[in-house]
């Protein structure tokens, strides 16, 4: 079956450095979708790429979908305490409603 | 509502009993999904509906899960025999419309199994 890869696994930077982290799928995508996972909170969407090649940018967060719509990645801007949290992507398997969500990137940023 | 409500948040049952979770999706929303999330994974995809109908239940793991939504509003997450594997939060989200709509989710039910 298919399967959702992300990288790295744990990410400690400082307050205001960047965070960058990728997201591979076994096979492509119809599309893909962001969350951010607060510890003991639940996940909640960020943005949702379609389109290969997307480029999306919400304020310090950029996100991008590959050209083959089997990867993708969000870069964070100068991060802040805020930013802490798992950040999760997640697409559909083609031709069907199943969301396979990736292994997820923990971040914690260091004031 | 304001957002997907579940309940109950805590249940903790012992091995072998049946457990019933409750999922209350936001007003106006057709797609309902069920997830299930261990520690430091990602959410685990269980089913989806589009109004009353199961679109798709192949994250079901076995016949001791069930899943209905008879009004295509409420669902209700069904598990039988239950097993200390069981044990993880068990999220539900709802989308207005298909698969390709952002998932609204609910804070969860943690289900321990003892």
């Known amino acids: 079956g298919q399967q959702v890869m992300q990288i790295p696994q744990y990410q400690h930077v400082q307050e205001g450095e960047d965070f960058t982290t990728y997201c591979n799928s076994s096979t492509t995508l119809s599309n893909i979708q962001w969350y951010k996972q607060r510890p003991g909170g639940h996940p909640v969407f960020l943005i949702q790429?379609?389109?290969?090649?997307e480029v999306k940018k919400q304020k310090r967060l950029t996100f991008q979908f590959g050209e083959a719509k089997k990867n993708s990645s969000l870069h964070i801007t100068a991060t802040q305490t805020t930013d802490v949290g798992t950040y999760f992507c997640a697409g559909p398997e083609w031709g069907t409603y199943k969301y396979i969500f990736g292994t997820g990137t923990r971040l914690k940023v260091l004031a | 509502g304001a957002g997907v409500s579940q309940t109950p948040s805590n249940k903790v049952t012992e091995k072998g009993k049946y457990v019933e979770l409750r999922c209350d999706p936001i007003?106006?929303?057709?797609?309902l999904y069920w997830y299930r999330q261990s520690l430091g994974q990602g959410p685990e995809f269980l089913i989806y509906f589009q109004g009353t109908g199961a679109a798709d239940d192949s994250g079901l793991p076995n016949d001791r899960f069930f899943a209905v939504r008879p009004e295509g509003s409420v669902s209700t997450l069904k598990i039988q025999r239950t097993e200390r594997g069981d044990s993880a939060v068990y999220l539900c989200?709802?989308?207005?419309?298909?698969?390709?709509?952002?998932?609204?989710f609910g804070p969860g039910t943690r289900l321990t199994v003892l």
């Open positions: 790429l379609v389109k290969s090649g």
């Open positions: 007003s106006g929303h057709t797609a």
């Open positions: 989200a709802s989308s207005l419309r298909d698969r390709d709509n952002e998932q609204f």
